[in-house]
């Protein structure tokens, strides 16, 4: 990852009230096709909301999963 697309603490906090899938698993380090399978199963390892076919993320949650308070 270069330093520009970096996930740094200010970046994480602008994502907004939630993410998209593919957004969060790569600031958990995660290939999007692992995320996908993950939320499938229900075992994605922050909580997700599934809004018709879309998988949204809440920041929050996401955050406190890397050790960085909202």
């Known amino acids: 990852m270069s ?6 603490p200010e970046r994480l906090r602008a994502l907004g009230p939630t993410t998209d899938l593919a957004t969060a698993a790569e600031i958990l380090g995660v290939s999007r096709s692992a995320a ?4 499938r199963r229900g ?5 997700l909301l599934k809004v018709g076919a879309v998988y949204r993320v809440p920041t929050v949650p996401l955050l406190a999963a890397i050790h960085l308070d909202a």
């Open 36 to 39: 996908y399978k993950f939320a």
């Open 3 to 8: 330093a520009r697309s970096a996930w740094t």
């Open 43 to 47: 075992a994605f390892p922050v909580p």
